[in-house]
């Protein structure tokens, strides 16, 4: 029997559809080698990275550190560092109010306890920072108790380990009833902003805090701007080191949800001028002895401070740390400007008194009060160096 005309053989019909399949199937590789072409050409998104041991941390934009810093509690923490910044995904136990925090969950640029950021310019003298230009982006929440704090890092020597001798806390944000260490001190306007000023000592070391009137969710602004506020109110010199930048949040009672959305942080440097260190060089060696005399009554004390210098180059300015014994306070001093007033204290010289001659001494004095034994003080260091 012949084939219609109008219709296609049976052999032609399959060998149509084998075509039709061979083109559809060509088709599709072309397609499928094409997206695989733009992904391997797209960079890679960085997974998230959740840190819940103690002292944890990763690194995050090949820049920063994340670190999850559980020091003053055995309650679980867990943080997840994302490609900008990190969350709290756990935050368990609550510790109370009037004490130290739970933790300092954080991301930071620097050196903390001998953990540094890659690449970072820090240590730096400040005398050699042109600026620090940083910019955080945080994310509250409503049912703990912390502050989204910004913490500032500035010690007299470079170093890369243990505590600083002073703390920059900027609060950006709190919620519940927590403050800052130490006393208020009035207010001031830093970075175009108003801030009101706390002062005092957590026993290690010396802390000045900005709180914010009002929550500030975002913002960028120059580091040195606090920087050199806190070194016109004496609590450190244009001499010393900037060694990191951290922006976290301190909770007392929970924490999950907390977010740093964003977080950048740059440090300029600039010409340190003729005859000083580079910014990340250590100046002239010190040498020190110091002679601590007392006058001891039932509850009360005088000191007189005799500090020499037994190096050879002048020491100026002069900065003067040293250790309270527990239960000691200064109530007044003299010939000296004197910071904290218990646990670390520090001492600078005045505009009569700044600078001490190789082989020369200065002298200041303080009363104090005390409760149980009496001791002297301890720890004596000069602009960073250890006193004998």
Not at 29 to 51: F, G, H, N, R
Not at 59 to 84: H, K, L, M, P
Request: glycine share 12%; aromatic share 10%; charged share 10%.
């Amino acid at each position: 029997m012949r084939a219609s005309p109008h219709r296609p053989s049976t052999a032609r019909a399959v060998l149509g559809a084998l075509l039709t399949a061979r083109a559809v199937l060509g088709a599709l590789l072309t397609a499928l080698a094409t997206v695989a072409a733009l992904v391997a050409a797209a960079p890679a998104a960085q997974a998230d990275t959740l840190i819940c041991d103690q002292y944890g941390s990763t690194t995050i934009q090949g820049r920063y550190v994340v670190q999850n810093n559980r020091w003053g509690t055995g309650a679980a923490q867990c943080v997840t560092a994302t490609d900008t910044g990190f969350r709290v995904t756990r935050a368990d136990g609550a510790v109370p109010t009037d004490g130290p925090p739970k933790s300092y969950p954080s991301v930071f640029n620097g050196c903390h306890y001998t953990n540094c950021s890659p690449g970072t310019a820090l240590p730096a003298r400040l005398s050699g920072i042109a600026g620090a230009p940083s910019s955080i982006s945080y994310g509250f929440v409503g049912d703990a108790v912390y502050n989204a704090s910004y913490d500032i890092w500035l010690d007299p020597t470079p170093r890369t380990d243990g505590v600083n001798r002073t703390e920059i806390m900027i609060w950006f944000h709190k919620v519940g009833p927590v403050q800052p260490i130490g006393s208020p001190v009035g207010s001031t306007t830093v970075g175009g902003r108003t801030w009101q000023v706390w002062t005092g000592s957590n026993g290690s070391n010396d802390v000045i805090s900005f709180v914010a009137p009002s929550a500030v969710p975002s913002w960028s602004f120059d580091v040195m701007d606090f920087v050199r506020e806190t070194v016109s109110r004496g609590m450190a010199q244009n001499t010393w080191y900037l060694t990191s930048v951290q922006a976290g949040f301190e909770p007392w009672q929970g924490g999950a949800g907390l977010t740093v959305h964003s977080f950048s942080s740059a440090v300029n440097l600039g010409d340190p001028g003729p005859g000083e260190p580079g910014p990340g060089e250590p100046g002239p060696s010190t040498a020190c002895k110091v002679t601590y005399a007392t006058n001891v009554w039932t509850g009360g004390f005088t000191a007189d401070v005799t500090v020499t210098n037994t190096g050879s180059a002048p020491v100026d300015p002069w900065t003067l740390s040293f250790t309270l014994p527990s239960g000691q306070r200064v109530t007044h001093a003299w010939n000296a400007a004197v910071t904290a007033t218990s646990g670390a204290v520090t001492a600078t010289g005045l505009a009569h008194n700044a600078r001490i001659a190789a082989g020369a001494a200065q002298t200041f004095g303080f009363q104090g009060t005390y409760s149980g034994t009496f001791a002297p003080a301890s720890g004596f260091r000069l602009n960073g160096a250890t006193c004998t």
